[in-house]
């Protein structure tokens, strides 16, 4: 694969749907089955190595990053890692409080950093090395009509940069701003990233979609703090994990609900988590579907309508879900259900199971 310099991207997305469960049928995504070949013949495709910095270059001054990438560790996702102090900072940081039991002022405060990054000096972020097998893909140009996407063999990414950025919980900005303007991407290339540490692939028991290689593309450890209940907030924008005594253990900022959708208030349960989902489009349940939409089945990938993973929910045609487009995620409306970035609802799919209570709260 060549190398490239860096560019943009963008993306597009839609809800309210019902899905395959991960023990049907469908094949693996493509890329997962070219990545586990890879690490069969030795060459883990996400093992990015840390480079040292280079001998003279002047200690980068990022605070905000550095709480950032802690919170993210911590089960606090801030959503897109970007080094500002916008309102999933803020959410993240009263969340991170509230479970530290500290005053909850959403405030970036010295004991708040205290506890968050305790002594040990923490990287906002390093340089790595992309792995060949990272790099290969296959890409793919994902059209926006959905009709269209149901032709594709597999929702992949759309070039490597795309890949790269949700790999570190950002976006492709982000990463052009960390580089110098003439910083190439490709296998052996070395990139300034966010300090997201690397996954290895899990094993997991009848595992015939790939999720393992998922949760290592995107960083998320499979062993993750068991939730007894979730509350979905409205007026704060976020997803909240709670264990069996009530401590709040993690939190995500959320897009949910519309004018046309509004989000169903109540108390509901988890009835299944779908891994790598097949999209199951209805036009009839979308209120600005074209006319000529026709039902039809999308195969699984990080770009597809519903992201990585579908959590089915006793509320019918609703559930939360991934999206391809991370950076809108708490600033735009969804079909009514419950969107995270692909990196969070991959967590918080090894955080719940059937009859974990979702409770919806305006």
Known sequence: ????????????????????????????????????????????????TIVPEPQGAPARAEAILQAQVALDRAGFSPGVIDGKEGMSFTAAINGFQRSRGLPETGKYDDATAKALLGSEARPATWL????????????VNVPK??????KLPFIGYRNLLEKLAERFHTKPEVLIALNA??????????IR?????????ASIEGDERGWGNTLASLAVAKDQPQADHIIVDK????????????KLIAQFPATMGSEHDPLPIGTWEVRGVSRNPDFHYNPDLFWDAEA????AVLKPGPNGPVGVVWIDLSKPHYGIHGTPEPRTIGRTESHGCIRLTNWDAARLAQ??????KAIFQA
């Open 1 to 48: 694969m060549k190398t490239h310099l860096l560019a943009l991207t963008l993306l597009c997305t839609a809800c309210k749907v019902s899905v395959s469960d991960s023990n049907e049928s469908a094949p693996a995504p493509q890329d997962n089955a070219a990545q586990t070949a890879a690490q069969t013949a030795g060459d883990d495709p996400y093992a990015f």
């Open 128 to 139: 790595v090395k992309i792995p060949q097998g990272f790099a290969r893909g296959p890409f």
């Open 145 to 150: 009509d959905l009709n269209e996407q149901a």
């Open 181 to 190: 303007p003439d910083t190439k991407v490709g296998p052996g290339a070395t």
């Open 193 to 201: 990233v966010p300090a997201i540490g690397n996954q290895p692939v």
């Open 235 to 246: 007026s704060d924008g976020v997803l909240r994990v709670f264990d069996g005594q009530d």
């Open 292 to 295: 000529r939409d026709e039902k």
């Open 351 to 356: 955080m719940v199971k059937t009859g974990v």
